[in-house]
T-cell receptor, first 112, second 114 residues
Framework: TQLLEQSPQFLSIQEGENLTVYCNSS?????LQWYRQEPGEGPVLLVT?????EVKKLKRLTFQFGDARKDSSLHITAAQPGDTGLYLC????????????FGTGTRLQVTL | SAVISQKPSRDICQRGTSLTIQCQVD?????MFWYRQQPGQSLTLIAT?????????ESGFVIDKFPISRPNLTFSTLTVSNMSPEDSSIYLC???????????FGPGTRLTVL
């Protein structure tokens, strides 16, 4: 069974602070995705990382895929209240790539 | 991209009853999925909705409890049968677009069972 553990589970910070969310597994994934889910909505895909060591930037968000493709991180610079939400990493299941295993989730709250 | 709608958006039900949730996609998709998200938790895959055939269920989920239909490429239903308070969750539909690897999610159905 592929498991994705995220840390921290909860994060409450003030506007302007930086933060990093981690997604770790003992399994190798062919790719990892990061989603953000806001209250009352479904998850929305932020990025997909495919190559070990890959770094992708999306405005103030920086995503990194570990060299061994077992872990990933999401770094947010100068967080804003609009970044508030549940952040989820997800990876394709071994054998059925269209199915996703979701991480345990990190709930971020950014206050003024 | 695909836009997914779900009905109802929320419901409060009595134990022992059943609720059917509808999922409609605005474009053709290859695969459709149903997830459960318990309060404050992550998403757990319930099943893959197969067009014109029985759904494929994940470990811990059975057809008698969560019957699923997918009569065409853009529509699916999930029924939560004989509900108990433990079934209180958000149920989400997702779809995989044609030729892409991105899953699009509906807004979810928030179910409370009393």
């Amino acid at each position: 069974t592929q498991l994705l553990e995220q840390s921290p589970q909860f994060l409450s910070i003030q506007e302007g602070e930086n933060l990093t969310v981690y997604c770790n597994s003992s399994s190798v994934f062919s790719s990892l995705q990061w989603y953000r889910q806001e209250p009352g909505e479904g998850p929305v895909l932020l990025v997909t990382v495919v190559t070990g060591g890959e770094v992708k930037k999306l405005k103030r968000l920086t995503f990194q895929f570990g060299d061994a493709r077992k872990d990933s991180s999401l770094h947010i610079t100068a967080a804003q209240p609009g970044d508030t939400g549940l952040y989820l990493c997800a990876g394709p299941n071994t054998g059925t790539a269209s199915k996703l295993t979701f991480g345990t989730g990190t709930r971020l709250q950014v206050t003024l | 991209s695909a836009v997914i709608s779900q009905k109802p958006s929320r419901d409060i039900c009595q134990r022992g009853t059943s609720l059917t949730i509808q999922c409609q996609v605005d474009s053709q998709v290859t695969m459709m999925f149903w997830y459960r998200q318990q309060p404050g938790q992550s998403l757990t895959l319930i099943a893959t909705a197969n067009q014109g055939s029985e759904a494929t269920y994940e470990s811990g989920f059975v057809i008698d409890k969560f019957p699923i239909s997918r009569p065409n490429l853009t529509f699916s239903t999930l029924t939560v049968s004989n509900m108990s308070p433990e079934d209180s969750s958000i149920y989400l539909c997702s779809a995989l677009g044609v030729g892409v690897s991105t899953q699009y999610f509906g807004p979810g159905t928030r179910l409370t069972v009393l």
